[in-house]
């Protein structure tokens, strides 16, 4: 006996005709699951690949940008060749990121507004995973935020930076694990923030 639901969900999925939605609670890794029509009436639409692939590069740096070519070929699992394409059709703009070459989203703004900004997030959240170049925002106990095939688990932000890692017990309680030292008032709002999960 083997249980097949795993299989046909992924055969449904790749043949578009179901989406995978959020898990069902922050303590449950079940995703619940809905028909592609009710959330895409009329299909995925008629873009070629190249088409598909510049559309999909624009949001990905919508989302994660500014980023470097390397990060983009790695969440995608394109080629060189693809990603440079890609980016060229998305009309990416570039960037330095100290020293390094990066690229912005065309509608990106000059300057993002620069205000403090904590946040709690859960495991799984592509903010954590988005780079394959990570050091520039995570501490050196890295290995305290990741499990050992590669996932991200819950973690505290700080100003664009991971400062921490937090669990919830089963009485609802939230527990936090700092890397670094915080300020006591970015703690404060980290706390008000939990209270919001």
């Not at 449904?12 to 922050?26: A, I, N, V, Y």
């Not at 980016?87 to 205000?115: K, M």
């Amino acid at each position: 006996m083997q249980s097949a639901h795993t299989r046909v969900l992924y055969i449904l999925g790749f043949g578009g005709q179901m989406l995978r939605g959020r898990p069902s609670s922050w303590i449950n890794g079940a995703y619940r699951y809905a028909d592609a029509e009710s959330w895409l009436p009329g299909g995925l639409g008629e873009l070629d690949q190249r088409q598909a692939a510049g559309e999909l590069a624009g949001r990905w740096l919508q989302r994660f940008g500014p980023a470097t070519t390397v990060d983009l070929q790695w969440w995608m699992g394109w080629t060189l060749t693809r990603t440079k394409q890609a980016l060229a059709d998305c009309g990416a703009l570039e960037a330095d990121l100290d020293g390094v070459a990066g690229w912005l989203a065309a509608d990106d703004p000059p300057a993002r507004r620069s205000r403090v900004v904590v946040a709690v997030l859960p495991g799984l959240d592509p903010t954590i995973m988005g780079w394959k170049q990570r050091d520039w925002y995570l501490p050196d106990t890295s290995a305290e935020v990741f499990d050992s095939a590669g996932n991200g688990g819950p973690s505290l932000w700080v100003d664009g930076r991971v400062v921490g890692a937090w669990a919830q017990a089963k009485d609802g309680t939230i527990h936090s694990h700092y890397f670094e030292r915080v300020a006591a008032a970015r703690r404060r709002e980290i706390d008000q923030a939990a209270w919001q999960i």
